[in-house]
């Protein structure tokens, strides 16, 4: 078997494979690349050593049995039987479900997770978005102090959990999307610096030092990064990538590394003739990532739109800190502005970054599906103090009317976990560092970050304590019993009626027309022939939306159909999706 390994700056490099040390060669044909042959199999260990140093795993480890500061094992794909007939599933017309593996089960397994997806196809979801799932410290973490780019978190079942998950997922005929992280990798078992100028100090992030995609030696970075990207979506039939923070990608280049990752992207789509597609997290509210390459842009398929997220908060919480400011002003105008326009903050002065953000989205050239929208995020709820989800925060009134919106805007919709039945579990901030030092400096930071907000260390879990996650973990016996299961079948329906309408997810963001009361605090909108109305105020509401004897397609609380008048009387915090003949 050939291994290779890319490392300039040594002057000599070994292999140590199952026990054997064996020298490697400089490749002639690329430059900094080593090579050389080794008697391996399936499971083999292997590592490197540079100038005689500890051995160290490979960049691009297939597998750690052992965790990131373990050795590597040889992962042959070939052997896995996949069962699945799969052609792939595109994102428009998709309604996507973020799950977290280490807890949407107590057991925090593929296997366990796996046999969980029946319910995410009852409940007609079309995409499980996992989050990272590359190997961190410890057992039980977010994923987004990951290393070993190419590899899968052990405890959750190394590589063949993640293809038997993937395999059954698309079985029930459900996609998966991976969440991957580019923008950084975490302090333990990150030896890339050993290896390579993975990292430039030309830049900086929240993380330190910037991966190098601009600097010298950046070809080889970016060709890092985009194999990576390719192998989930090729090794493991993985059918999209949402990618962390881009706004973090730091690129001087006049081809940006996302548009680099697109092509490339697009490119293995053609090849197997599956709809592969990218999301961006960005907070940049430029147009340019998810225009297509053809007209200038990134060529990214679709984003999360955060506008959406905390214009849709502040109306049902009335919170007003941080960057709900700029939305808690008028909520409902920032509702209607993010329905039709897609940003809130397109050119006009933020409050919370102090200066102006954003940029108009052409709307005739970026489809309403390339933006994602959501009452709720692993971040939304997790970067809270307590971890408390929405329907901690709100009546059940009010959950109804986040899911009627989240469910029917002119965006690619997503759930998170557990949201479906308004899970009564918190979702906290948990890690298990390994490294004592690293695990008391994150417990500090943590309180230290929320004290100057106001709370008491007390009131701030421990991450590091294992009852933190526990607590995050769904229980499964709330869907069967009320008020749970009243929500449920709310979601389910709203799913229902957005598959079935078409008008639902037409891709014409134009086409969306919004009306609202700030004061009375109600908003209904058109789409097509569908009418969505909700109302957020204690009492009953008064719409005239124009449309007489609109037949209910569905309604939080009972309410009849607009008589000759076109006027609708909406019950106090409920909503309704009605269909005009």
């Not at 795993?57 to 070939?78: C, F, I, K, W």
């Not at 009852?122 to 989050?131: A, S």
């Amino acid at each position: 078997m050939q291994f290779e390994v890319w490392a300039p700056q040594a002057g000599r490099v070994t292999l140590e494979c199952d026990g054997v040390t064996h020298a490697l060669e400089r490749d002639a044909r690329r430059e900094g690349w080593w090579r050389g042959e080794a008697g391996a199999r399936d499971g083999s260990r292997y590592g490197f050593a540079l100038d005689g140093g500890p051995v160290r795993p490979d960049p691009r480890s297939r597998r750690q049995p052992d965790g990131p500061d373990g050795l590597s094992a040889v992962v042959d794909h070939e052997r896995f039987d996949w069962r699945s007939e799969w052609t792939g599933r595109p994102l428009p017309g998709a309604v996507l479900y973020e799950l977290h593996v280490g807890t949407y089960t107590r057991e925090g397994t593929f296997d366990a997770a796996a046999d969980r997806l029946g319910h995410l196809a009852e409940l007609g979801v079309t995409h499980v978005e996992l989050m990272p799932v590359c190997p961190f410290p410890g057992r039980h973490g977010w994923g987004y102090e990951g290393v070993s780019l190419w590899a899968v978190h052990e405890p959750y079942g190394g590589p063949e959990g993640l293809k038997r998950f993937v395999d059954r997922a698309h079985a029930l005929g459900l996609g998966v999307v991976l969440d991957v992280v580019h923008n950084h990798l975490g302090p333990s078992g990150n030896y890339l610096p050993e290896f390579g100028p993975y990292f430039t100090d030309t830049h900086h992030t929240p993380w330190g030092s910037a991966v190098n995609l601009d600097a010298p030696g950046s070809d080889e970075v970016r060709a890092y990064l985009v194999d990576s990207a390719l192998a989930w979506l090729r090794d493991y039939r993985i059918d999209g990538l949402r990618l962390d923070a881009v706004h973090a990608l730091v690129d001087t280049r006049a081809r940006h590394f996302l548009e680099e990752l697109s092509q490339a992207v697009d490119t293995l789509g053609a090849e197997t003739g599956r709809p592969l597609f990218l999301i961006a997290e960005s907070d940049l509210n430029d147009p340019r990532v998810v225009t297509p390459r053809a007209e200038g842009g990134l060529g990214v398929h679709a984003q999360w739109n955060d506008d959406f997220h905390h214009a849709l908060h502040a109306a049902l919480t009335g919170e007003s800190q941080g960057y709900y400011a700029d939305f808690a002003r008028a909520p409902f105008a920032a509702l209607a502005k993010t329905l039709t326009g897609g940003f809130f903050h397109d050119g006009t002065y933020s409050s919370f970054r102090g200066r102006h953000h954003g940029r108009p989205l052409d709307r005739t050239r970026v489809a309403g599906h390339r933006l994602l929208g959501y009452s709720q995020t692993h971040d939304q709820v997790g970067n809270r103090a307590q971890g408390d989800r929405l329907a901690a925060l709100v009546s059940p009134g009010r959950l109804a009317v986040a899911a009627a919106l989240t469910l029917t805007a002119p965006f690619t919709p997503m759930l998170f976990m557990g949201e479906e039945w308004a899970a009564g579990t918190p979702w906290q901030f948990f890690t298990d560092h390994t490294d004592a030092e690293l695990a008391k400096a994150v417990s500090e930071g943590r309180r230290r970050e929320f004290a100057a907000h106001g709370w008491t260390a007390e009131e701030v879990p421990d991450p590091q304590d294992p009852a933190t996650r526990d607590r995050s973990c769904l229980d499964w016996s709330e869907p069967e019993r009320e008020p749970h299961a009243r929500v449920l079948a709310w979601y389910r329906r709203l799913i229902e009626v957005r598959h079935e309408q078409p008008d639902l997810t037409d891709p014409d963001l134009a086409d969306t027309k919004v009306a609202h009361d700030e004061e009375l605090r109600w908003l209904a909108f058109r789409r097509g022939d569908v009418l969505v109305a909700v109302n957020l105020a204690d009492g009953p509401a008064a719409i005239a939306l124009g449309a007489p004897h609109a037949r209910v397609l569905a309604a939080w609380e009972p309410v009849d159909s607009p008589g000759p008048d076109g006027i609708l009387h909406l019950p106090p915090e409920s909503a309704v999706v009605l269909l005009q003949d």
